[in-house]
């Protein structure tokens, strides 16, 4: 079956514009995960979907950023008002379930470039 | 302190040779530790699961020690092929479901 899909795969933008990532995660997965990986860095925790609701939007860095989750589904990360330092590797991972002996099932990411 | 803490390395090593790395925790309440193997420029991909009575595959053997609050892996006769970057993961649990990242242990194995 197909994995986590997420688009675009690349993304370049001027600072100051707002995108929008998307991932579909594998059919079946109600949790979604969306996290960052900045160069050399490790994975920064952003946002997890349980279902549609978000139980713990902790992470994410400022009220830029914003995400939603739709019919148990395909998930969108929005960020608005780019700025440099939000140029990372921005990866989500499904899961059959919330739980903590899960396993996390990742996209191949999407490399956002704000210049 | 970090919740979960690696040494980044890189670990340098001759293939055939055996490696070892361990990650800290600062939560004790932590219930479930994983290895995920990531390589350049790709995404994160589970190794294994890390049990309280430890737990082997194949070259591949994970330990937990509770009391001292860190989880090893160990890799044996390394092949050119392991040459990654390792990540620690570790979830809370008790209703806290995210799983937690080290920053990584970069293995580097050359002929």
């Known amino acids: 079956g197909a994995g986590v899909s997420q688009s675009p795969s690349n993304k370049v933008t001027e600072k100051g514009k707002d995108v929008e990532l998307r991932c579909d995660p594998i059919?079946?997965?109600?949790?979604l995960y969306w996290y960052r990986q900045s160069l050399g860095q490790g994975l920064e925790f952003l946002i997890y979907?349980?279902?549609?609701?978000?139980?713990?939007k902790s992470g994410l860095p400022s009220d830029r950023f914003s995400a939603e989750r739709t019919g148990g589904s395909v998930s969108t990360l929005t960020i608005q008002r780019t700025q440099q330092e939000d140029s990372a590797v921005y990866l989500c991972?499904?899961?059959?379930?919330?739980?903590?002996?899960?396993?996390?099932?990742f996209g191949s990411g999407t490399q956002l470039s704000v210049l | 302190r970090k919740e979960v803490e690696q040494d980044p390395g890189p670990f340098n090593v001759p293939e055939g040779a055996t490696v070892a790395f361990n990650c800290t925790y600062s939560n004790s309440a932590s219930q479930s530790f994983f290895w995920y193997r990531q390589d350049c420029r790709k995404e994160p991909k589970l190794l294994m699961s890390v049990y309280s009575s430890g737990n082997e595959d194949g070259r591949f053997t994970a330990q937990l020690n509770r009391a001292s609050q860190y989880i090893s892996l160990l890799i044996r006769d390394s092949k050119l092929s392991d040459s990654a970057t390792y990540l620690c993961?570790?979830?809370?649990?008790?209703?806290?479901?995210?799983?937690?990242f080290g920053r990584g242990t970069s293995l580097i194995v050359h002929p």
């Open positions: 991972a499904s899961s059959p379930r919330t739980g903590f002996n899960e396993k996390l099932f």
């Open positions: 979907f349980q279902g549609n609701s978000a139980p713990d």
């Open positions: 059919s079946g997965h109600t949790a």
């Open positions: 993961v570790v979830n809370i649990g008790g209703g806290s479901y995210i799983p937690t």
